[in-house]
């Protein structure tokens, strides 16, 4: 059943300046209401102190500096503005694990109170309600053909990822958001009010080169991780994390690392400078066989440098 969508909720995307999944430095936030996009705009600020190296990797994704926040507010002051726009709308984000998650831990670490917010996610969706190689949000948009502006610009992928849950929702007859995310065998989170002053920031060992050492998949990961259970192959070297790094992460998160593309494969992170920011770029090597396998029903999703990195952000 397609019907005109009638949602109210806010989309929410933000931008951080290092590996540490709090240290927030933007955040875009797109208002629906009724269907009708109100409002769409960001914010930029200090990541929270204990927090505010920015790392090369994440400028060269967004583009912000040290420079460019360091006159801007902090981050709990944005965060008063913030949720001031939101109210008590649920809010959505594309791969909210990984967005709701940042503002959960730059709340603690800023000292103050989380919001109370119901909260969904549109990549959750597109991988139940679609059927892509990739569920990243450029190939979503692409693939239900929306418009984009500037990806990594937080206004701009606030307002993707609301264009994408408004058309899930065409797609499946939702008047709600609780809704779509009841169509997609799902259900809404909720981050709930709580603080945790003074709270560590963990620091990743950086592996070195030689032979690549199996990790011991951790026993006690957590289920609903969107890695646990998953078998990941790492194809052409990140920038960011050794191959051996990769390995020891997503086994704390309940992974099988691999060295090569299997019948168990079912995440293909491609470095490289691999953007995926279309189809267009899925034709040569192991990105066309991880699209052939799909294609013959294996369940494999690729994943760029970007993607590994907001799924094992601390």
């Not at 990105?287 to 294996?298: E, H, T, W």
Request: proline share 4%.
């Amino acid at each position: 059943m397609t019907t005109t969508p009638t949602l109210t909720f806010a989309a929410i995307d933000v931008e951080t300046a290092n590996r540490a999944r709090g240290s927030i430095c933007e955040i875009g936030v797109t208002v629906v209401r009724d269907g009708v996009v109100e409002s769409s705009r960001s914010w930029r600020c200090q990541p929270p102190e204990a927090l505010s190296g920015f790392d090369y990797w994440n400028v060269s994704i967004h583009g912000i500096t040290a420079a460019d926040v360091a006159q801007e507010p902090t981050f709990a002051e944005r965060m008063v503005e913030v949720i001031a726009v939101i109210g008590d709308l649920p809010v959505i984000a594309h791969n909210a694990g990984f967005d709701i998650g940042a503002i959960r831990s730059a709340c603690d670490h800023s000292g103050i109170e989380r919001p109370t917010w119901a909260y969904g996610c549109t990549l959750v969706w597109s991988r139940k309600l679609l059927d892509l190689v990739s569920n990243r949000l450029p190939i979503v948009v692409e693939a239900l053909g929306l418009p984009f502006g500037n990806h990594h610009a937080a206004a701009d992928d606030s307002a993707a990822a609301a264009a994408v849950a408004l058309s899930l929702a065409s797609r499946v007859g939702a008047g709600s958001i609780a809704e779509l995310a009841e169509a997609s065998g799902s259900r809404l989170g909720l981050l709930s009010p709580a603080s945790s002053v003074g709270c560590t920031v963990r620091q990743t060992s950086r592996g070195g080169g030689g032979t690549l050492i199996a990790a011991q998949v951790a026993s006690d990961a957590d289920p609903d991780h969107p890695l646990y259970g998953e078998t990941v192959v790492l194809t052409l070297k990140l920038s960011s994390m050794t191959r051996q790094e990769v390995w020891n992460e997503v086994a704390r998160f309940g992974a099988t690392a691999e060295d090569s593309v299997t019948k168990r494969t079912t995440r293909l992170v491609v470095g490289g400078g691999f953007s995926g920011l279309s189809m267009t770029e899925f034709t040569s090597g192991k990105l066309a066989a991880a699209v052939k396998k799909r294609a013959a029903g294996q369940l494999i999703e690729v994943l760029t440098e970007q993607d590994l990195l907001e799924l094992i952000a601390e």
